[in-house]
């Protein structure tokens, strides 16, 4: 499967896999993660429902806090 995440083509084996694989796959640790398929937003309790196809459009977004 070919996606574009974070603005750069990646190849991965599986046909597809949920947000939380995608995120293990690459290392994701952070705590505070927005992830956006095809420019739509994906709530944290949908992370094992939703799934990344071919093709799709994947951001992943660090949040950090500070003052």
């Known amino acids: 499967m070919k996606i574009n995440l974070n603005n750069r083509e990646e190849v991965f084996e599986s046909e597809e896999m949920s947000i939380n694989q995608l995120l293990a796959a690459k290392n994701f640790t952070f ?24 093709g799709d459009d994947v951001m992943v977004l660090h949040l950090i806090t500070g003052g």
């Open 31 to 54: 705590r505070m993660l927005v992830v956006k398929v095809n420019g739509v937003l994906v709530k944290r309790h949908q992370f094992d429902q939703q799934m990344v196809k071919d």
